[in-house]
Structures are given as C-alpha cells and as structure tokens.
T-cell receptor
Framework: NAGVTQTPKFQVLKTGQSMTLQCAQD?????MSWYRQDPGMGLRLIHY???????DQGEVPNGYNVSRSTTEDFPLRLLSAAPSQTSVYFC?????????????FGEGSWLTVV | DAKTTQPNSMESNEEEPVHLPCNHS???????IHWYRQLPSQGPEYVIH???SNVNNRMASLAIAEDRKSSTLILHRATLRDAAVYYC?????????????FGQGTILTVHP
C-alpha cells in the first residue's frame, strides 16, 4: 500500500521562484490537506479539501494555492517563494465520515527558500 | 475549538510503562480524543482515539476521565522506537474533516 505519497522530498528554491509540491493518495479518501511545520513547532493547516472540486483555507493560507481536480491528487503551489516559507510540508488524507476520522500523513517535503 | 494542554517533555526508561497526560477541560460532547505521534524526520502517525470509554490497541491504551476533561495515553512497555513527540488532539465528529489543531505536544525521551 502506497498510502500518502509526497514529492519531492527535498527542494531548494530561490526567492521569487514558484513550484508545486505533489501529493497523491490511493485510499479513495475524500479529505486531503496540507500542513507546514516550522522548527520546534506543531503542524499548522495551510489548505484542505473535502472532495474533488472543493477547497478551503486553513490557518496559514497566504502564499499558497491548491486545487483538487481528482480524488487522488492535491498539489500545493507556491506562487512566489519567500524565505518565510522555508519549512517542512506534510500532506494528509482521511475519510470525511466514519468512526474517528483517522488521518494518514505523508513523509514530508523539506523546502528551503534562499 | 476546544484546546488541549500537555507537558512539554517526559522521560522514561526502556521497558517501563509511560503515562502521557492531556487536559482538555473545554471538550464538547462530540469531540473525539485523538493521539498522534511524530518520530524524528517523519510525518505524524495515528496512535489511538476514543470518545468516552477507555480504548486499547496494539500500540497503546487510552484512559479517559469520567468527566472527559482529561485523558492519559499509556505505553505499556516503552521502547527506544517510542521516542517521539506525542500530540493530544480533539476532533469534532462530522465537522472537523480531519482539520487537526496541533499544540506543542509532549517530547518523550526513552533511556536505554
């Protein structure tokens, strides 16, 4: 089982560049989300989606765009990278209904903006 | 959203039990208590969750106070692999859609 797959695992960007972090899940989960984690901190929600064609903002959405054209994929786009976006990014997915809504996370994407 | 309070850090010796506390005094009736842990350089992983009754699984046990204002994650025999940050999180059934609100968590150190 692949679970939640994120690519790339490591990336270095220059300030002002754009890029897309890819996230795919093979569990037919309706819900997908992106978090960022800064050093020594807990995760903070960037954007989330409750199904194909539906997205919404989380706690820290500025500087990021998302779209959800399929159930499986939920890419995160950095429009114009800034050093403040240096962080570790985690994608997550879950069923929206069902007992307890267990959430599954990817292994993370380490992003450095110089 | 209801918040949780956890100690910043705890220590244990290998093969001893560990009790990780969590306070959630403003919990509502439909809030599930979830525990996740994050091993170094990895994404969080699910440990256990419950609503009112104590729960057991292959990883841990969850003891929930009768008034639900606190809970305790119990690792019965700590191993070095259990060294991680443990997060106690409340998820409101049917509305949270997995929107986890992470606090600082408890850093668990396990000594050989």
């Amino acid at each position: 089982n692949a679970g939640v797959t994120q690519t790339p695992k490591f990336q270095v960007l220059k300030t002002g560049q754009s890029m897309t972090l890819q996230c795919a899940q093979d569990m037919n989960h309706e819900y997908m989300s992106w978090y960022r984690q800064d050093p020594g901190m807990g995760l903070r929600l960037i954007h989330y989606s409750v199904g194909a064609g539906i997205t919404d903002q989380g706690e820290v959405p500025n500087g990021y765009n998302v779209s959800r054209s399929t159930t499986e994929d939920f890419p995160l786009r950095l429009l114009s990278a800034a050093p403040s976006q240096t962080s570790v990014y985690f994608c997550a997915s879950s069923y929206t209904e069902g007992f307890g809504n267990t959430i599954y996370f990817g292994e993370g994407s380490w992003l450095t903006v110089v | 959203d209801a918040k949780t309070t956890q100690p910043n850090s705890m220590e244990s010796n290998e093969e001893e039990p560990v009790h990780l506390p969590c306070n959630h005094s403003t919990i509502s009736g439909t809030d599930y208590i979830h525990w996740y842990r994050q091993l170094p350089s990895q994404g969080p992983e699910y440990v256990i969750h419950g609503l009112t009754s104590n729960v057991n699984n292959r990883m841990a046990s969850l003891a929930i106070a009768e008034d639900r204002k606190s809970s305790t994650l119990i690792l019965h025999r700590a191993t070095l692999r259990d060294a991680a940050v443990y997060y106690c999180i409340l998820l409101r059934y049917g509305t949270s859609y997995g929107k986890l609100t992470f606090g600082q968590g408890t850093i668990l150190t396990v000594h050989p």
